[in-house]
């Protein structure tokens, strides 16, 4: 029974759908006005490898993330690049796709933008009013936060502490125009002269930043979500936001589980990484020197709730760990050379069975990777074990499980089969490997000559045998 903790209760709790055998998801997405950092990637694997243990233990999950493309960061963004907003986002929105594909992040179901819902956004704020929950004020709209009786519960606070922060943070002079300072805005009137606006009942102007969420989140997922996903940082106010929103407009609960991720500190010094401080690192800058599947596998082991510091001798176990995995993985791959085609040894079958049982178990317990991480490092051994055995294994045996232990990698994001074929032969090589072959078999070492097929196989370069010699393709 899968036990998630919900950031709402402060609880682990059983994890139950809606609809039987679908979960509705969704995860707040990046602002696209750079590259993405690591405090990004963070949230995108978390999310993803609790994407991925749902669908392997047969749940459809319809996941929804979105980008944000209008935003004062991207306005302040496009002026100093001297292009349009338009540019600027479709830029940053292709470079999340060439930072996310290599690190095994699936895309969302469907990928809204905040700009293509304006419509949507503008009728929603009309309904917040007509329910007395909002009112304009000199082009602006704001939400009445203390209307909402629940407001702060997400973040476990009161609306009197909160409003001592909501008045730090002001620095726009919103203050004049709201009537209670926690009041927070759903819709921003703009100058004429603005780049970048749309027409609205109260004038020319943007959507808010929290209003989006909320629509897209009910547009394609439903009044009521099961897991609604994002950083810890989000949880006030932009979470909380999007529950008063929410809950206003439809008189449903808006999301039955919320789900945060913890921060990424870089350097040993635990720093929380920002701009600010200058130990701001983008995934595009990383991914030049850096194996993605040893940066998804140091990101994908630690739990999603708890920090997780970037460092060199993080990164170092990480590629230790994945060097380990894929070892294995070969060894016992290469036995299926000599491997017999009869019925499957069941003390092998059921230590399979235990091995699931186990990961299972560990990922039930609020995704806790870092244990289930322990069961497949436990099968690693296992597989080397098997594969240093002098008699000869059963293939259905083998088969079983390198495709077992397969799936419980790509949970956590882990393409072994793919890093196995990591080092990309030259022709030189493969034509060298050709050569070795022929002299074992000359020398009648079949086993070594057959070793030899099944490593390039693994490489995906297939060997053919014609009387003018060996041929050779890529699969
Ligand atoms: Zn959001």
Not at 286 to 298: A, C, E, F, I, S
Not at 427 to 435: M, P, R
Request: net charge negative; glycine share 6%.
């Amino acid at each position: 029974m899968l036990r998630v903790f919900n950031a709402m209760t402060h609880q682990k709790e059983e994890f139950k759908t809606i609809k039987p055998g679908i979960v509705s998801m969704y995860v707040c997405g990046p602002t696209v006005y750079n590259y993405i950092h690591l405090g990004n990637a963070r949230s995108a694997i978390a999310f993803d490898t609790i994407r991925r243990y749902l669908e392997y233990i047969g749940y459809q999950v319809n996941y929804v993330s979105n980008f944000t493309d209008i935003d004062d960061k991207i306005i302040k963004a496009a002026k100093a690049a001297k292009v349009s907003e338009q540019v600027l986002t479709a830029k940053f929105e292709q470079a999340f796709d060439e930072d996310t594909a290599p690190l095994n992040i699936k895309k969302a179901t469907v990928r809204p933008l905040a700009t293509e819902h304006v419509t949507e956004i503008i009728d929603f704020v009309k309904t917040l009013i007509n329910k007395g929950y909002a009112y304009e004020s000199m082009g602006d709209v704001y939400f009445r936060a203390r209307k909402f009786p629940e407001y702060g519960h997400l973040a476990h606070q009161s609306v009197d502490d909160l409003e001592i922060g909501a008045s730090e943070r002001l620095d726009d002079g919103a203050l004049s125009k709201k009537e209670d300072p926690i009041d927070f805005a759903v819709w921003k009137g703009v100058a004429n002269d603005a780049s970048i606006s749309w027409q609205s009942p109260w004038g020319a102007g943007r959507p808010g930043w929290h209003i989006e969420c909320s629509v897209m989140a009910i547009k394609y997922l439903g009044d009521t979500i099961d897991i609604h996903g994002g950083g810890q940082d989000l949880a006030f106010p932009h979470h909380t936001n999007e529950i008063a929103q929410s809950e206003v407009y439809t008189g449903k609960t808006f999301a039955n589980y919320w789900l945060h991720n913890g921060f990424v500190t870089v350097g040993d010094q635990q720093e929380k990484m920002s701009k600010s401080l200058g130990n701001f690192v983008t995934v595009h800058d990383l991914l030049k020197d850096v194996n993605p599947q040893v940066l998804r596998l140091m990101m994908a082991t630690t739990q999603y709730r708890r920090p997780i510091s970037y460092t060199e001798t993080a990164m170092q176990d990480a590629e230790n760990t994945l060097k380990h995995l894929t070892t294995a993985y070969r060894n016992l791959y290469f036995r299926l050379i000599d491997a017999k085609t009869e019925s499957a040894n069941t003390v092998i079958v059921e230590k399979i069975a235990t091995f699931i049982k186990h990961f299972k178990i560990a990922m039930d317990d609020d995704f806790n990777v870092a244990n289930a991480m322990t069961v497949i490092a436990e099968m690693a051994t296992y597989l080397n074990v098997l594969a240093s055995q002098t008699d000869r294994l059963i293939k259905e045996n083998i088969e079983g499980l390198l495709s077992e232990y397969t799936k419980m990698l790509m949970v956590l994001g882990i393409d072994i089969e793919k890093e196995s074929n990591f080092k990309q032969t030259s022709d030189e090589q493969v034509e060298a490997k050709i050569n070795e072959r022929a002299s074992a078999k000359i020398s009648k070492d079949y086993q070594l000559a057959d070793k030899i097929r099944m490593e390039l196989q693994a490489q995906g370069i297939i060997l053919e045998d014609t009387p003018q010699g060996t041929r050779w393709h890529k699969e």
